[in-house]
Antibody
Framework: EVQLVESGGGLVQPEGSLRLSCAAS????????MSWVRQAPGRGLEWVSV????????YYADSLKGRFSISRDNSKSTLYLQMNSLRVDDTAIYYC??????????WGQGTMVTVSS | QPVLTQSSSASASLGSSVKLTCSLS???????IAWHQQQPGKAPRSLMK???????NKGSGVPDRFSGSSSGADRYLTISNLQSEDEADYYC?????????FGGGTKLTVL
């Protein structure tokens, strides 16, 4: 069974940094593209970033303007999202998702990030 | 990059059927999409991928009541024999080589 467990969320002040982690199990991690998707309170889903299986390619939503960095450690079956220069409007639940057959086919339960002074 | 348009809300009676629409922007009518369900307070769950041809491929455990179809730039999710647990937000998603995008979501109310 595919399992994705996010961690690392919490309360951070504006301009602060946070690193999210997503521990994967139940599948061969390095064979899959992995992604981060977020959801602000009361809003819809917003794609954040994606990384290829071997980390050769990474892509980001234009709105992030270089503040976020996605990475993965295949030896640990773990996906990361480094978030810098955080803003109030980055407040959201951050979901880790596995990409299979081109789309987000499995989702974690999410971790809440709150940016507030 | 493609844009996906969904109605903000829909409603249907218990036991009836409902058809949700996801419209692809001009120039992107050939794209495949995926449907996701998000029940209140829960994480999203993927339902299926729908191709331009109308063929669809459901995820594991998705009930037979859920089906997909396509017409031109529109992709559909049909839910038959509506149950109370189908009351949820439904999002469509599409992708290209460098980005992914979600529609704004449709809030489905089961009456």
């Amino acid at each position: 069974e595919v399992q994705l467990v996010e961690s690392g969320g919490g309360l951070v002040q504006p301009e602060g940094s946070l690193r999210l982690s997503c521990a994967a199990s139940g599948f061969t991690f390095n064979n899959y593209v992995m992604s981060w998707v977020r959801q602000a309170p009361g809003r819809g889903l917003e794609w954040v970033s994606v990384v290829s299986g071997g980390s050769e390619s990474t892509y980001y939503a234009d709105s992030l303007k270089g503040r976020f960095s996605i990475s993965r450690d295949n030896s640990k079956s773990t996906l990361y999202l480094q978030m810098n220069s955080l803003r109030v409007d980055d407040t959201a639940i951050y979901y880790c998702a596995r990409v299979a057959d081109d789309y987000h086919s499995s989702w974690g339960q999410g971790t809440m990030v709150t940016v507030s002074s | 990059q493609p844009v996906l348009t969904q109605s903000s809300s829909a409603s249907a009676s218990l036991g009836s059927s409902v058809k949700l629409t996801c419209s692809l922007s001009s120039g992107h009518s050939g794209y495949s999409i995926a449907w996701h369900q998000q029940q209140p307070g829960k994480a999203p769950r993927s339902l299926m991928k729908v191709e331009l041809s109308g063929s669809y491929n459901k995820g594991s455990g998705v009930p037979d009541r859920f089906s997909g179809s396509s017409s031109g730039a529109d992709r559909y999710l049909t839910i038959s024999n509506l149950q109370s647990e189908d009351e949820a937000d439904y999002y469509c998603e599409t992708w290209n080589r460098t980005s992914r995008v979600f529609g704004g979501g449709t809030k489905l109310t089961v009456l």
